[in-house]
């Protein structure tokens, strides 16, 4: 059978081809802390705990598939933060990797502000009490009722994404009678993936507006002389799941040039700078995140090094990270299901979610871990690919991964790491039921978002 011609494209028979992996690790029950939320630990009996809950009591309690959020961990990941950038700085969290109306509280909470891209974000962000001038609306394609209602509701600053934007907020803060914060996002030639990243990106992208060939100067100008307007600054995003500070280096740069650029031309020193989001986590024990105070520490020399060299007083600098808050915070528990030995081949572990509650393996060829959950084994380590209950032979949740070799169906494995772009790109697949996120602290759960249930599917089918 030809790959390439699968119905669901070239990117299924990327999945499907040979993964790397290495070694079993020496013991199976050991869980690597660096992938796991921080209360997360095996107890005497050998069961995985979750702010002191055992997972098999959760597992009875809120059914599986669920995921299942380590709220003190989030807490402490939003303070770290907040405590690296200091009060010089800004932190928004990225909203698009997971957002509830109880994670919008913890943000308010522990200082930190928001960055929604949709109607449906800013709604969650301001029903939950975010204050409106500590939220930033992002977006390529934002509808003029959107912006109508971001301006209207008072947003701390909208990120204009296109020259037609920049005319299309201008005239609605003008209809509504009002001045708005605004920042240009701007395409630096920079894309960064991981470990590597790329100075000279082409500009072949739906995001921003480019540096190169003077249109970000441009955009600044228009900006500028529009009524309705205040530019308070420029906005960078490089990629996402990225390690390694050069390409923010390169980024930071290039920013600042243009900074330097705009107060040559118009007399005008922009007050703030945002370098984005897309630092990495620990998906497996191969991945090395830097922590928040580092990446701080980095971002603010690397600006204030480029500042002094073109005479600009240093800006007030902004982050975006999503994934770096959420992403280890939560991890999703399943049950295993049917277990296949094809000779010679592999052997297939299903669980009961799959593409529907994790799209990222099939949509990036992400890598994650897991782990039997339910109790301590001392079986030899079988080499599995872990897949879905979906009707889809790209339905696959780990691709490579040591499972001991006594599992059986009815055993609850989890996977770490899945509190980013999981449940917030759930899909309804095969009319799969979207699990609930429970957020687990100091010896109690509470549904934070409830599963979906067949009533839900009917009430949206109007027949
Ligand atoms: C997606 C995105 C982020 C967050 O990215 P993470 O990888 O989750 O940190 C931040 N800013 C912008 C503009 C984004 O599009």
């Known amino acids: 059978m030809s790959r390439s011609a699968h119905p669901a494209g070239p990117r299924h028979a990327d999945v499907l081809t040979e993964g790397h992996y ?14 796991w939320a921080r209360t997360v630990s095996r107890n ?15 597992a009875e309690e809120f059914g599986t598939p669920a995921y299942f959020l380590d709220e003190s961990d989030f807490r402490a990941r939003c303070r770290a933060w907040a405590d690296a950038f200091g009060p010089g700085a800004d932190v928004f969290y990225a909203g698009k990797a997971f957002l509830s109306r109880a994670v919008v509280r913890w943000l308010k909470e522990e200082g930190l502000n928001l960055d ?3 109607g449906g974000e800013l709604t969650t962000a301001l029903d939950a009490g975010m204050p409106a001038e500590r939220i ?19 947003v701390g600053r909208i990120v204009l994404d296109s020259f037609q934007e920049i005319v299309r907020v201008s005239h609605i803060a003008q209809r509504l009678g009002k001045r708005q914060r605004v920042q240009i996002r701007v395409t630096v030639g920079v894309e960064a993936h991981t470990h ?9 992208q739906k995001f921003g507006i480019a540096l190169a060939g003077g249109q970000a100067a441009e955009a600044v100008r228009r900006a500028l002389t529009l009524d309705g307007l205040e530019l308070i600054g420029i906005h960078s995003h490089i990629g996402s799941q990225i390690f390694d500070m050069a390409g923010f280096e390169v980024s930071a740069r290039r920013v600042v040039q243009l900074l330097a650029e705009v107060r040559d031309e118009h007399g005008v020193e922009l007050p703030e700078i945002d370098l984005g989001g897309g630092l990495g986590i620990a998906y497996t024990s191969d991945d090395d995140p830097r922590e928040p105070h580092e990446i701080a520490k980095a971002l ?6 480029e500042c002094e060299a073109a005479g600009l007083a240093t800006p007030r600098i902004s982050v975006e990270p999503g994934r770096a808050i959420v992403g280890p915070t939560a991890f999703t528990l399943y049950e295993v299901g049917t277990i296949k030995h094809l000779e010679g081949l592999r052997t297939y572990v299903s669980v009961d979610g799959g593409m529907s509650d994790n799209i990222r393996t099939a949509l990036y060829d992400a890598e994650y871990s897991v782990a039997l959950v339910s109790r301590r084994s001392d079986a030899e380590p079988m080499l599995v690919r872990v897949v879905g209950k979906h009707c889809e032979s790209g339905d696959i949740v780990v691709k490579d991964a040591f499972l001991p070799s006594d599992l059986a169906p009815g055993d609850l494995i989890a996977v770490p790491a899945t509190g980013a772009y999981c449940r917030s790109m759930a899909s309804n697949y095969n009319h799969a039921l979207r699990p609930p996120v429970v957020a687990v602290r100091d010896g109690e759960a509470r549904v934070i978002l409830r599963r979906e249930t067949e009533e839900d599917l009917l009430r949206l089918d109007v027949g």
């Open 196 to 204: 590597e990243f790329i100075a000279t990106a082409h500009e072949d």
């Open 22 to 35: 290495t070694a079993p690790p020496a013991d199976l029950n050991v869980l690597d802390e660096k992938v």
């Open 44 to 58: 005497d009996d050998g069961a995985v705990t979750v702010g002191g809950i055992e997972v098999t009591r959760l």
């Open 300 to 305: 603010g020399d690397i600006v204030t090094r």
């Open 116 to 118: 929604v891209c949709s």
């Open 136 to 154: 930033a609306f992002h977006g390529n394609n934002k509808t003029a009722a959107e912006i109508e209602r971001a301006v209207q509701a008072g």
